[in-house]
């Protein structure tokens, strides 16, 4: 347990959990193969640990300079592995990050594009974002546009007209345009990136031309279809494999609404800018007090711009009840001088929602590894922490 | 403390995972996969309960990201009566750190 030296012993169990995940999310193209597989194919799941461990290295400078320099050297040793396709994807994702070497970040980058021609190849998404990154570096303004030109004419994957799009302001309105044209013509819903989402993005690139009046009426129009969509699923009987889909439609409605907050904020339309919060904290999210402490922080966040402390620190007290997080805590302080209160009453009102809001659990009775019965009551104290997980 | 193991697949591999940990705490057995949605819409996993004296939730945290433990602990701390966030300075700000 000395890993997090200053962290009780069972708290350690998230933090390893965590970093797993997080190992993981980076590599969603190379699983270490059942025990089954080994046997028949042993070089290739050699290479797949080897991989998975030039992956996880730390995050200090050093260790991922290794990382980068293992990994070409990976592309290299081994140019017949049959998940190429994804290290070249990572590997360029590194170099981005990292920023310190435009140059091989270009070189990987044009091998890679001429290593997997197709148009639909996923590593084409990164090696555009990293070229994109490496021209900005070099503040190669006739690089980036020379570039541009070259995407709308050969690019015709959604996704990379969407990178595009998003690294080339000058050129975004027509990237978009291109990737909804593109769109259209492969009307399926598992590929990425989604037409709404484009549209909606397209309206945002609109909005920082001025034209306003266009941008909104895209946006009242996907609000629209995303609450159809909702109405749909919604009617759905119970234990339909569809409804798997509304929590996704439930949270991209509240994104939505959450940026119309945001731009009415900006143009100090206050009320309006509330409303919205309202509708996103209604839309539903999955984690009802993770979302009380976001929306209540949203809510403050308005009247901050609104120039309204007293309403400001009541939110943020909210924020802080849902969610003792010292970040919450750190926004209440420059407050507190102009709202004429201190911290400890700001705690204490922070208690008070906190008891008035606690919820009533079922409770459960479960077999323990070592075989005797266990009840929640039996487990329950002053202080219960109950950790779901899985070994990792 | 209680841990649940929401993956039943995983059950026996658990004593090497304790072992290797030095957990102490008591490890439960979810016996089936769908326990931990259906009982408490526990959707992923690390998910963190915390419940007070009375034994109703004050807290839920899903996932893990650096930070995380401090606002468990601070969530623990608060029920036992201490100052949640003893020790925590604040985050310096830009602002403050152009004065």
Redesign the interface.
Known sequence: ?TR?GG?????????????M?AAQQLVPAVRVQPAAAQSEKPAQTELDKKLADIMKSEDTPAASAKRLELLERFIRDNPTFPHLESVYSNLLMFLRFDGKDPAKTLAIADEALKRFPDPKSSVRTNAIAAEYAALRTRKDAKGIAALSRQVLARETSPAVLEEAAIADEANALRMYRKAIAERKKNPSTDVYAWIDDLRWSYADCLKDAGRVDEALKIWTELVDVNKQQITTLEALPKGDPKRIQLSRARMTIGNRYTQLATFFTDRKEYDRALEYVKLAEEAGG?????ATASYANRRADVYAKAGKPDLEIDQRIHSLAA?????A??KI?PLLEKTGTTLEAA?ARA?EI??A??????G?E????DGRT?T??A?????????????T | MVAINTNPGQDEELPAWREKGHYTFPILLSGDREFADTTYGVFGTPTNLVLNADGKLVFRHVGYRPGSEKTVEAEIRDLLGLDPFAGIEPAKTNDAAKK
Request: hydrophobic share 55%; proline share 7%; charged share 20%.
């Open positions: 347990m997090f962290v009780p012993a069972f708290l350690a169990v998230l933090a390893f959990d965590g970093s995940v999955y984690n009802p007090l993770e969610r003792l997080d010292p970040k805590r750190d302080l705690l208690g906190r008891k809001n606690a919820v009533a659990v079922k459960f479960l077999k323990a590894l266990v929640l009551d487990v329950r104290s002053n202080v219960t922490l109950v950790n779901f997980f899985f070994p």
